[in-house]
């Protein structure tokens, strides 16, 4: 039985940080850890992503990824099978021979213990032309992924941010975990100077930006720009940081309450613009 429910942000294929103690408190068989987008499980499609799964799944913790933007959809990974999970209540995709790693739907919702949850993958990849060109390919038709590392679907469709609306809209949620965010909360003090903004496919973000003001929900956390901190009243990126879900609902109950929060936690420059 899962007892424990933690959240950090990418991990790109890293788990180094398991046995650096701050899993100590935590027995295996009784935790499991929802990474916001980008494992790095599906990365490399090869050998490499097997080993890395093996090592991971046998250290006995539970884990639940959202669908990030530099990872295969599971989907396109043979020997995924879509499973009912009853500790979640609701649909994963496995492969049995690592049953402790289990993706979640691109747009769906779930109970992680307590939590009622929206959870909502994908995202677009600003060194998306940069890895093509540095492979050779100018032409995403002929994109081979195992050698560029970037996925032509790694956003959802049109279509499919129709159907997450409706499915999801008009919902009170305790939390919503993304990969990318609405844009009207994107770090841009985090953007990389190297990149050309203008060329960078928001799709996504903007349709966010409507969604939020359609649902209810006590925090909303992404992950995708590589910081922790507090983005907004109510929302928060994550990186490398692990925190229960109890901690952040509590945390921002109080907030709610008294205004107050604790003066270690790291704030955006914006976090005062509100939501």
Known sequence: MIKNWLVRGDTHGDFSWMTNGCLADYKPNETAIIILGDAGFNFYLNTNDDKKKKAVNDRGYRFYCVRGNHEARPTDIPGMQDIYDEDVKGWVYMEMKYSN????HDYSDYCFGKYFTAVIGGAYSVDKWWRLN??????????????????ANEQLTKQELKEAAEKL???P???VMTHTCPISW?????????????EVDSSMELWMDKFKDHIKYVAWLFGHYHQDRLERPHVEMYYKDIESLDTIYERWLKYDETGELDWWLNKSPNFYMGE
Do not use: E, M
């Open 134 to 151: 540095s492979a050779g390919i100018h032409d995403v038709k002929y994109n081979n992924p195992k050698k560029t590392g970037w996925f």
């Open 101 to 104: 790693i289990r993706y979640l």
């Open 173 to 175: 949620y305790d939390f």
């Open 186 to 198: 994107q770090p841009t003090d985090l953007f990389l100077s190297a990149i050309n903004q203008s």
């Open 169 to 171: 809209s008009g919902l």
